[in-house]
């Protein structure tokens, strides 16, 4: 028998008396319950073929079918990559490992510092909200073009100095990397050796 429970005891028997009666009202709409997780989080694991200095081809987004250079993971199943910018106009930036296919060039990138380079590195700046007001007021303004940091410019010019110094050393690859990927009638990608 519980603590919380009364027992109280008549002459025909004994009957408990719940501590906390049952609501005299009903929720009008049952109320959601969150499902149990069973799945324990893994970290995530890369697949073999993204090694750092890898060529890969970015499958979906901005610059889907452009060539980039993979530089180092991140925390996610996301990684590092740049274009270099100067030669095909991918800056440095964070991409699914999902939405890339790996292709068998590799380019030597064991002299670059990637250290600074993180999650926080990417991490966008919190704005101030307006109140509705200010919205209405400011609606036939266009909305100012987001100007990239100095700091990031020195960043990505650094690291494409190193890459394009490694890549010029190999005929025919700068073209490679500018050119994009794309598939014409008959290609058949699951056959294809990149």
């Known amino acids: 028998m519980s603590a919380e429970n009364k027992q109280v005891t008549f002459a025909s028997g004994k009957r408990e008396i719940p501590a906390q009666k049952a609501s005299k009202w009903y929720p009008a709409e049952d109320e959601p ?19 750092p200095g890898a060529v890969l081809i970015i499958l979906a987004g901005r610059f889907r079918g ?18 270099p910018f100067k030669l095909n106009g991918v800056p440095l930036r964070r991409v699914n490992s999902r ?24 991490a966008k700046d919190k704005e101030v909200k307006k109140s509705k007001e200010e919205k209405f007021f400011e609606g ?16 990505q010019k650094e690291i494409d100095a190193a890459i394009t110094r490694v890549i010029k050393q190999t005929p025919h690859l700068s073209a490679y990397i ?17």
Do not use: W
């Not at 969150?34 to 090694?51: D, F, G, I, M």
């Not at 008959?186 to 294809?192: A, E």
């Open 140 to 155: 036939g303004k266009k909305p100012e073009k987001k100007l990239v940091p100095e700091a990031r410019k020195a960043d």
């Open 33 to 51: 319950v969150n499902k149990k997780v069973r799945k324990t989080q893994k970290p995530t694991t890369l697949r073999p073929s993204l090694k």
């Open 178 to 194: 500018s050119s994009t990927f794309s598939l014409s009638k008959g290609d058949r990608p699951h056959l294809m050796k990149f």
């Open 66 to 83: 452009k060539r980039v250079v993979y530089l180092k993971p991140l925390s996610g199943g996301v990684i590092l990559v740049t274009g």
């Open 99 to 122: 939405y890339v296919i790996a292709t068998s060039t590799i380019v030597d990138i064991s002299g670059i510092d990637l250290n600074k380079f993180d999650e926080k590195y990417f």
